[in-house]
């Protein structure tokens, strides 16, 4: 089957035809010559022994008187009748003991011919074929009966080359008329093929030619039509969607509601009436219509994206999955990374990036066999010069070129970050500034206790007591031990009031409680708030910094603070009562504060985080300081939750994601801040 | 001699050693407590002439143990410890009759002098001596001070300064004694009679006030309408 299937669809459809025309042809010739020529010759038979029969009928008198030349002339009579002649070879009538009565042979009669075909007693007569001389014949012998008894034989000579001939004219006729006929069909199949081919191999050629991108073919297809794709609305407007042909077109049109807008009557799109062939024609020229319209698309929209990446405010890189080279970067990846493109193209993006770029690159490589888009906020890159500055990358998955690639969008945060820890740092400054009076209060205790006991050496030198060593190693190690509660406390402000590095540390959630507390503990204490401890034993580090903690927890106690002095207004008396709890649960460590102010009201409690809002008095708070907490605690990958119960008090619940949680989470990409050995941008 | 009992709240553990030790020295029956409620339960039960309370201390503060005090006991001398510097909270317990205030951290020589001031004036207290007198010294009358001026001051304090009126003087020197202690009411009490000795055009000029009430009328602004002078002397000339 093979080199049939090489063959074209014309010579096959032409082969086919003619094959089966000839195979039906042999089959009915065979078919006519059995039965014309076995038909012909059993008439002829028919006919011979008609002619036997009606000799012995009327010769039966003459052989019975012996009159052999009346049956001479008879059966010369017979035989010589019309065109008898030509198909009767001879005629001769034989009497009972197989004697020749008589004969037409015009020689003398061969002597073995009238025994070569004896009537079987029983029979009617016998058909054989017999030679006589040159000739060959069919001897049709019918006994001549004279009532019971059988009186002679009469034997008539059939020419076998008439019968042959007349069998011979037939077949000939036949065979002319059958092959008239396949040379008919042959010319016919030979037509059919072909207007069923040319329009296919001319397909065939026009999609040739737009394969190879030459979409100004003449498209010879049909009869009258004005064909020009530039005359179609949907072609010069291209958010105008064809809703004739484009099927996703129609499905987003269906599942965005729209309407859309569809031509009345599409200048192109049209089934004329015809065969399949025409109707294949009509097909395929809306197809090169439509792809002509959707090719120009394509090219305007590759033409937009072109240069919203070659315009686009932030850098944007073309990377290689697999080999991490950037394959592609737009302009303001050269400005802002200070390289030419000629030196960012094939070169890897771990340059530019190191190894936070390669902890990305791989958890990419992961997240794109589930596809989808990572986000990596904060990382460190480096301009050219290996200066480094802080990014947000957002990767995404595509194809490009064929390669598995990604893009990556990077935003320079450096600016953002300065002013977010300056503002933190300002916020923290004032904090610092609503601190004060309980530092000074804090200070003055150990101050006093120190001025006091030098006071009392003097005193003691003055009057001339008795100063024992007892008592001055006494004063000595009280005076010390006041100077550490001094120092413990000027250290813990400092450490507060060191801006913190973009680094973050490992964090102990107690201790920048604690640290809080020794600032503000005796404060709150003094204005009739109880600060209850439960703090958790053994809680997993966070991820963090420590003095950004304590200002979260001093902005929460402050607040609460603020909210319990509220509620005392209207109820004198009462006390303050803030409990502060910290516990690990599911890879997160929580801390929480609770206090029995006068809670928040459901309509503020949406807003609280909003910067500058506040519903302290004027003057009082300028509502950042939630606002700086939020952002603090979300930087850490943390959550604030409240529960407020109006009247009853307010709990604050913070959580952290564990360390241990915090890099499982750093290596699923979704959250992340990853920064282990980086150069600390400040630290006083 | 008895000696006197005094009783020392403050909620510092260390301050209140300190106290000990100094007033021991000072030869004093001491007795401390570390909280308003303790102290007060203490003053109940001992009576002492002498209280020192820190103002600030978690639970009852120093202000309302002064309240408390007073309540029971107008007589008992509370010297208030308050924060260094803040004048404020000091002239707000002088307005609830504390005696006297002193600043943290403590000096020596303030505690000695707030101490003995109050000793001299619980003296004056028992001697129940007239607390205001009438001098005529030179060109200038002079109106001696001395124990507490407060509301129950104020007809002593107006009869002197009629008879400075009667002896027709251009000055009249309000001369405190060392030990002078002057609470709210008699910060009001002087300050009108300021306010009226410039209506009636005599000058007034005060002499002997404690480093103390000096700093206390320079907040309330007594200062800025009268001359202070170091000595008596130094105000009659």
Same mark, same amino acid.
């Given at each position: 089957m093979k080199p049939y299937a090489r063959i074209s669809l014309k010579n096959k459809i032409f082969i086919s035809i003619l094959a089966v025309i000839l195979m039906i042809s042999v089959t009915i010739a065979l078919l006519a010559r059995w039965i014309l020529i076995s038909g012909l010759t059993k008439e002829l038979e028919l006919r011979g022994i008609a002619v036997a029969h009606s000799i012995a009928e009327r010769g039966g008198g003459f052989v019975l008187d012996k009159n052999y030349s009346e049956l001479l002339s008879l059966i010369f009579e017979e035989a010589r009748l019309r065109e008898r002649q030509h198909m009767i070879n001879y005629i001769f009538v034989l009497d009972r003991s197989e004697k020749v009565l008589s004969h037409t042979f015009t020689v003398p009669f061969p002597g073995p011919l009238s025994t070569a075909n004896p009537v079987l007693e029983g029979n009617m007569h016998s058909v054989r074929l017999v030679a006589v001389g040159a000739q060959t014949s069919y001897d049709i012998a019918v006994s001549m009966n004279e009532g019971l008894y059988r009186i002679g034989t009469v034997h008539v000579g059939l020419s076998k080359e008439h019968i042959d001939k007349l069998v011979a004219k037939l077949r000939f006729m036949f065979l002319g008329f059958i092959s008239a006929v396949i040379i008919i069909i042959f010319y016919v199949s030979h037509r059919i093929s072909r207007y069923i081919t040319s329009p296919i191999s001319r397909l065939t050629n026009i999609s040739d030619e737009l394969s190879r991108g030459n979409f100004d073919v003449h498209l010879d297809l049909g009869e009258g039509l004005d064909w020009a794709v530039t005359n179609c609305p949907a072609y010069k407007d291209t958010n105008m969607p064809c809703w004739h042909f484009d099927e996703q077109g129609r499905k987003s049109r269906k599942s965005e509601g729209k309407t859309g807008q569809v031509c009345s009557t599409c200048l192109f799109y049209r089934k004329r009436g015809g065969d399949e062939v025409i109707q294949l024609a009509d097909s395929f020229m809306s197809m090169v219509w439509s792809i002509r319209l959707y090719r120009k698309r394509l090219q305007e929209s590759e033409m937009k994206y072109r240069s919203l990446f070659d315009s686009g405010p932030d850098p944007i890189f073309v990377v290689d999955c697999n080999t991490d080279l950037i394959l592609d970067a737009n302009p303001r990846a050269e400005e802002l990374y200070e390289y030419s493109k000629g030196e960012l193209l094939g070169v890897s993006f771990m340059v530019l990036g190191h190894d936070q770029v390669r902890e990305c690159l791989t958890s990419l490589n992961d997240a794109v066999t589930n596809s989808g888009c990572v986000y990596y906020p904060k990382v460190l890159h480096y301009k050219k010069g290996e200066r480094p500055f802080y990014v947000n990358m957002h990767a995404c998955p595509i194809s490009y070129g064929g390669t598995h690639a990604m893009i990556v969008a990077v935003t320079d945060i450096t600016e953002m970050m300065e002013k977010d820890a300056q503002l933190v740092q300002a916020a923290k400054m004032k904090t610092l500034g609503e601190m004060s009076a309980g530092i000074a209060h804090e200070i003055n205790q150990p101050l006093n206790a120190i001025k006091m006991g030098s006071e009392y050496l003097n005193l003691l030198i003055e009057q001339n007591r008795e100063v024992t060593e007892t008592q001055i190693r006494d004063m000595a190690t009280e005076i010390s031990q006041q100077v550490d509660r001094a120092t413990d406390i000027i250290n813990n402000l400092r450490a507060f009031g060191k801006k913190s590095g973009l680094v973050m540390e490992r964090v102990d959630m107690n201790e920048p409680?604690?640290?809080?507390?020794?600032?503000?503990?005796?404060?709150?204490?003094?204005?009739? *708030?109880? *600060?209850?401890?439960?703090?958790?034993?053994?809680?997993?580090?966070?991820?963090?910094?420590?003095?950004?903690?304590?200002?979260?927890?001093?902005?929460?106690?402050?607040?609460?603070?603020?909210?319990?002095?509220?509620?005392?207004?209207?109820?004198?008396?009462?006390?303050?009562?803030?409990?502060?709890?910290?516990? @690990?649960?599911?890879?997160?460590?929580?801390?929480?504060? @609770?206090?029995?102010?006068?809670?928040?009201?459901d309509s503020v409690r949406n807003k609280i985080f909003e910067p500058f809002f506040t519903t302290k008095q004027t003057g009082k708070g300028m509502g950042l300081g939630l606002a700086i907490t939020y952002g603090i605690v979300r930087d850490y990958g943390g959550t604030i939750t409240i529960d407020s119960q109006p009247g009853q008090g307010t709990t604050f619940t913070l959580s952290f994601p564990s360390v241990e949680n915090h890099q499982a989470l750093e290596h699923n990409a979704t959250r992340v801040d990853k920064k282990t050995e980086q150069p600390s941008e400040t630290s006083q | 001699m008895t000696q006197e009992k005094i009783l020392v709240i403050d909620d510092e553990k260390a301050t209140l050693k300190m106290f000990r030790l100094f007033l021991d020295v000072y030869g004093f029956d001491i007795l401390t407590a570390e909280s308003g409620e303790e102290g007060l339960e203490v003053f109940d039960r001992e009576k002492p002439d002498i209280v020192l309370t820190d103002i600030k201390m978690p639970g009852m503060d120093g202000i309302e143990v002064l309240q408390q005090i007073k309540k029971r006991s107008p007589a008992t001398e509370v010297i208030v410890i308050t924060g260094h510097g803040d004048m404020d909270l000091a002239i707000q317990a002088l307005n609830l009759d504390a005696a006297d205030f002193i600043n943290k951290p403590i000096q020596r020589q303030s505690l000695e002098q707030g101490l003995a001031r109050a000793k001299e004036r619980l003296k004056l207290a028992k001697s129940r001596q007239n607390e205001v007198s009438v001098v005529r010294q030179g060109q200038a009358l002079v109106i001696e001070i001395q124990g507490?001026?407060?509301?129950?001051?104020?007809?002593?304090?107006?009869?002197?300064?009629?008879?400075?009126?009667?002896?027709?003087?251009?000055?009249?020197?309000?001369?405190?004694?060392?030990?002078?202690?002057?609470?709210?009411?008699?910060?009001?009490?002087?300050?009108?009679?300021?306010?009226?000795?410039?209506?009636?055009?005599?000058?007034?000029?005060m002499a002997g006030l404690s480093e103390n009430f000096r700093k206390v009328f320079g907040i309330v602004g007594l200062t800025r309408m009268v001359q202070i002078f170091d000595s008596l002397d130094e105000a009659c000339a």
């Open positions: 409680i604690r640290g809080v507390l020794s600032i503000i503990g005796r404060q709150f204490s003094i204005q009739r *708030i109880t *600060i209850r401890l439960e703090l958790g034993e053994d809680l997993p580090y966070i991820k963090g910094h420590n003095n950004r903690l304590q200002q979260v927890f001093f902005n929460l106690l402050n607040n609460a603070r603020d909210a319990i002095q509220e509620k005392m207004e209207s109820e004198p008396g009462m006390w303050g009562d803030i409990l502060v709890r910290t516990y @690990a649960r599911e890879g997160r460590v929580f801390a929480s504060f @609770a206090d029995n102010g006068p809670g928040i009201a | 507490s001026v407060s509301s129950h001051s104020e007809p002593y304090l107006r009869e002197a300064y009629s008879k400075a009126q009667e002896a027709g003087v251009q000055r009249i020197v309000l001369h405190f004694d060392p030990n002078t202690s002057v609470n709210g009411a008699g910060i009001a009490i002087l300050t009108q009679l300021v306010l009226e000795s410039e209506k009636d055009g005599v000058e007034i000029v």
